[in-house]
């Protein structure tokens, strides 16, 4: 509601929703067309990536990825489910009076092209455990291999690296312990509520603890390390990231994945495109 009553107060959209699509010929066979042509932005921004931007005019592409997109029975949310809610909410208030408001501004990218990276987590505490006994509870669900400063990431779902007083641990799912009977059973950021953050360590709200934190990145591991040695936080998580086939299956069956669960590239920086609303 927030973000709704910011889009009809600024009026447009500056950052896309992005969308994905299954791999299709037709369409690559535009786009790898349109790209012959001279971009009508091309720019290179300060994390030095480089940014092209084409216009494409041809009314026989135009018809073409309409066709393509008009036959898939879906299109998947990939990264702005909160903007793509606040602009439904924007067109139901508005009504059909405003046809502008029924659209929002969207990139569309084909599945191959999508990269999905992990969100790891960070947690304050032991709630009260030592680490000994933190330790003998976390042997019941998983088999726990200690790495010492060897750092550990994971290399398939369902293993976890931990960091804790100093050491890197694998974790590897016991698998006799854990049902998976819908789709978001087998995502490994649910998996870890069910059976370490919430059970173990008292985490209920993901999104409004203070006790957990989240953080990305290719050097993340070494982040967690240096934050839990100074004493920030008491334990890190790493996790292996979701598929997309992943994704998808939560979403066809109307589940939803815990916070954090996903972090995704392609990302347009805020602004480079504008969708204006008719006033």
């Known amino acids: ?35 012959k042509h001279r971009p009508v932005y091309d720019f290179v921004t300060t994390d030095r990536s480089c940014h092209k931007l084409w216009v494409i005019k041809d009314i026989h592409h135009i ?17 702005g ?19 502008s408001y029924n659209h929002f501004m969207s990139y569309l990218i084909a599945q191959s092209q999508l990269r999905i990276y992990e969100f790891n987590r960070l947690v304050k505490d032991l709630n009260g455990l030592s ?15 200690n790495r010492g400063l060897e750092m550990y990431k994971p290399s398939k779902k369902h293993h976890f690296s931990m960091y ?31 059976l370490v953050l919430n059970p ?4 209920e709200d993901l999104r409004n603890d203070s006790r957990i934190a989240y953080s990305y990145g290719q050097t993340d591991l070494l982040r967690i390390k240096d934050r839990v040695d100074k004493n920030e936080f008491a ?11 992943q994704m998808k299956s939560i979403a066809d069956e109307s589940l939803i994945m815990p916070p954090k669960s996903t972090y995704i590239r ?4 805020s602004g480079l495109t504008i969708y204006e609303f008719e006033s």
Do not use: C, W
């Not at 334990?235 to 086939?245: I, K």
């Not at 392609?266 to 920086?269: A, E, G, S, V």
């Open 63 to 79: 018809q073409s990825l309409q066709q393509q997109f008009a036959a898939m029975p879906h299109v998947y949310i990939a990264d």
């Open 200 to 203: 173990i360590l008292g985490i």
């Open 81 to 99: 489910h909160h903007r793509s809610a606040s602009s439904s909410l924007l067109a139901s208030e508005m009504g059909e009076k405003h046809d």
């Open 164 to 194: 804790l007083d100093g050491e890197f641990y694998s974790l590897y799912l016991r698998k006799d312990i854990y049902n998976i009977e819908t789709p978001l059973d087998d995502l490994d950021t649910q998996m870890l509520f069910d």
């Open 235 to 245: 334990v890190g998580f790493g996790l292996f990231p979701a598929t997309v086939e």
């Open 266 to 269: 392609p990302k347009l920086p």
């Open 1 to 35: 509601k927030l973000f709704k009553d910011y889009l009809k107060t600024v009026g447009f959209n500056a950052e896309p929703v992005l969308l994905t699509y299954p791999d299709d010929h037709v369409i690559d066979e535009v786009i790898d067309q349109e790209k």
């Open 131 to 145: 680490k000994e006994a933190f330790l003998m509870q976390l042997d019941m669900k998983f088999r726990i291999q």
